[in-house]
């Protein structure tokens, strides 16, 4: 369920949406909180999992990586399995249930460019079942859209096994 966000935890998601590496410090004299206010607000926000800090990247600043965005139509009454199914998928950064032509949209990154696409089109796809259409539309340029790349790839990156 949502939960209401009063305006110094909007203040303070703003302030670490402009620089989520800020010190602590920093953060609550701009905010006009203590110190321990802030930690304590922005736990909270994390406990809750209304706010999470990670490392964002520009695709366009990078070489390598490919990323696209996918328009699914699925089963009506197997909405909520369906996303939570590609949502899964390795390459998928997100997807989301929306209202229009398609049913689900999903942003998928790959290191293997045209055969990555290919590959989520024709192996992923399939194996999630249940997808009545598809239409893929490549990212070859945005403007302020900072991406967290998928899990698995984050992992590898890492030198962490995939599970």
């Avoid at 110094?8 to 206010?37: N, Y």
């Avoid at 996918?70 to 909520?80: A, Q, W, Y």
């Avoid at 209202?99 to 194996?127: H, K, M």
Wanted: charged fraction near 25%; hydrophobic fraction near 45%.
């Amino acid at each position: 369920m949502s939960q209401p966000l009063d305006a110094q935890d909007k203040r303070l998601i703003a302030l670490l949406g402009e620089d989520g590496r800020a010190p602590l410090a920093q953060v609550a004299q701009h905010a006009g909180m203590s110190r321990p206010t802030v930690t304590a607000r922005l736990k909270r926000l994390t406990g809750d999992g209304i706010l999470r800090i990670a490392g964002l990247v520009d695709v366009f600043k990078m070489s390598g990586l490919t990323t696209a965005v996918v328009g699914l139509t699925v089963d009506k009454h197997r909405l909520d399995e369906k996303l939570e199914q590609i949502g899964a998928l390795p390459a998928v950064t997100w997807a989301a249930v929306v209202t229009g032509r398609y049913d689900i949209l999903a942003e998928i990154a790959t290191e293997d460019g045209v055969r990555g696409l290919y590959d989520f089109l024709n192996l992923s796809l399939r194996e999630v079942g249940g997808i009545n259409s598809s239409e893929m539309f490549v990212v070859m340029k945005s403007r302020d859209r900072w991406t967290l790349l998928p899990s698995p790839m984050r992992r590898t990156w890492m030198g962490t096994p995939s599970e």
